[in-house]
């Protein structure tokens, strides 16, 4: 029997404020345990809570960039579980009138665009942590995240395979960080990922049991995660088996899902309006000069590079996946003028170099207008491809400011005149006669081949500052 998957992805999306949903703590990453958790997000007694205006925009911009309704009234409610690392024994969230709704992400693929749905955005707070490690077979509790600003953004269960999902997850991310509403730094936890996995013969319309794969926290956990389990669950169908509607857990050791809870139904969290928030409500202005302050798109980015720029469909999807890539690019190019070659260096030279030294691009020695400068002299031929590449090192390793600076220091100026390469090739010729005999003694079609020996002891003589092109004809017009 061929079987189908079916996947719904669940991402919460800490939102980049400088204090808490409800609070005026701070949402600082990386402070000593239990040092950000105020009053408020421990829920003590006679404490109020009071909306952070800044998440509440956060949320609508992520609403219009997916191209969602945006409701003019949305309430918060309790979602009430306990759990050792949710202090006050409840989560503020939204169920019934979420900020966000229907929406729709468009996911590049190899055999073209799909489009999912998303059903909705809603606004909640965090929990606490719980930390296993280094207690002695107890477990600490850290309530510094306890009340940080989350997005839940709920797709529709459209998603067919492992890598459509992780594609989703890709367009998620490069929204939040293109607006500037997360730094959407995986490993930090400020962006994770609940996968609802389930299987069905294929052409059949009903869904089939899901599980849920609780905070998968990298793309390619997520991958692996989902995989494993669409294999566990077709396994366990085939063997007689049935799938019970769970929440279960990656072991990236393992490589494997293992059971954590059965899933709970909305009604076992007894949801209802928190009494101490006042409905959110939106009027048509504040929601149109948010849209009129959005930034330019992943979409709108890959369109211009594609159509304006005349950028391969793979460049400008590889350059538009991340603004700060996007940005450093279109700096190049403004300078430099060739949106191709920038589009060459900068998702090759320089993206190789950054992937060596295991630098973000932030941290990259080589500033967008260095590198402009870089690819000037390449157009104007005062430099080679090979002469550039060393300009490209020096840069990197700080040995100059610019690459005029570096060309007059190393003295790696293209010679580009005639007579000078004319002597070198003479010189050449004449220490290699057999090898010009054989040349000439060769069919026309593999002189094509022969002559590269020629240009290479050329280009060594002059030490890589010959002009290869200039070599080339001059070598062909001498050899006959």
């Keep these: ?5 079916v996947i ?3 991402v919460h999306v800490q939102l980049a404020t400088e204090s808490k949903i409800f609070s005026g703590a701070s949402t600082r990453f990386g402070a000593e345990p239990n040092t950000q958790a105020c009053v408020i997000d421990l829920g003590m007694p006679g404490v109020l809570p009071v909306l952070n205006e800044k998440a509440v925009e956060m949320a609508v911009q992520f609403g219009l960039a997916v191209n ?5 009234r949305s309430y918060f409610e309790r979602k009430n579980y306990f759990y050792p690392d949710l202090p006050k024994g409840y989560q503020t969230s939204q169920m019934a009138e979420p900020i966000v709704g229907p929406g729709y992400l468009d996911i590049p693929l190899e055999e073209g665009s799909k489009r999912v749905r998303i059903h909705h955005a809603h606004l909640e707070e965090d929990a606490g942590k719980s930390l296993h490690e280094d207690f002695h077979g107890m477990t600490g509790v850290d309530l510094n995240r306890a009340g940080t600003p ?3 953004i709920v797709s ?5 395979s492992a890598k459509e999902a992780v594609a989703y997850l890709k367009g998620i991310h490069s929204i939040v960080t293109y607006l500037g509403i997360s730094d959407g730094n995986m490993a930090e936890g400020s962006l994770r990922c609940d996968a609802n ?3 069905r013969p294929k052409g059949q319309k009903e869904l089939g049991t899901r599980c849920e794969i609780k905070n998968v926290n990298s793309f390619r956990f997520v991958e692996k995660a989902i995989n494993h389990e669409i294999e566990r669950q077709i396994e366990l169908i085939e063997d007689g088996g049935r799938v019970v509607q769970e929440t279960r857990l990656y072991d990236p050791d393992l490589d494997e899902t293992r059971s ?3 899933k709970e139904e909305a009604n076992d969290y007894r949801y209802f309006p928190c009494p101490d928030l006042l409905p959110v409500e939106l009027d048509t202005a504040y929601i149109q000069h948010l849209k009129e302050g959005l930034p330019e798109l992943p979409d709108q980015k890959r369109q211009r590079f594609t159509e304006q720029l005349g950028l391969s469909d793979y460049d400008a999807g590889v350059l538009s996946a991340s603004r700060a890539l996007a940005d450093y690019f279109d700096r190049v190019t403004e300078i430099c003028g060739d949106a191709k070659l920038a589009a060459n260096w900068v998702t090759g030279e320089l993206s190789a170099q950054l992937n060596r030294d295991s630098l973000d691009l932030q941290q990259a020695p080589v500033a967008p207008e ?3 400068g870089l690819l000037k002299r390449l157009l104007d031929d005062t430099i080679n491809g090979k002469a550039a590449k060393q300009v490209f090192a020096a840069l990197w390793a700080g040995e100059g400011h610019t690459a005029d600076d570096i060309i007059e220091a190393k003295g790696l100026k293209q010679v580009t005149d005639t007579g000078a390469i004319e002597a070198i090739i003479d010189d050449v010729l004449a220490q290699n006669q057999a090898q010009v005999d054989q040349y000439k003694a060769a069919e026309a079609d593999k002189r094509g081949k022969m002559i590269g020996f020629f240009v290479g002891q050329v280009m060594k003589a002059s030490k890589g500052t010959a002009n290869p092109q200039t070599v080339n004809q001059l070598l062909k017009d001498k050899l006959g």
Excluded at 1 to 5: K, N
Excluded at 156 to 160: A, L, Q, S
Aim: glycine fraction near 4%.
């Design 1 to 5: 029997m061929q079987w189908e998957a």
């Design 8 to 10: 719904g992805l669940e």
């Design 68 to 72: 969602a309704n945006i409701p003019q």
């Design 150 to 152: 989350l997005l839940e």
């Design 156 to 160: 529709e269960p459209e998603m067919n």
């Design 197 to 199: 996995v389930s299987v």
């Design 260 to 262: 954590m809870r059965t």
């Design 370 to 372: 260095q590198l402009a």
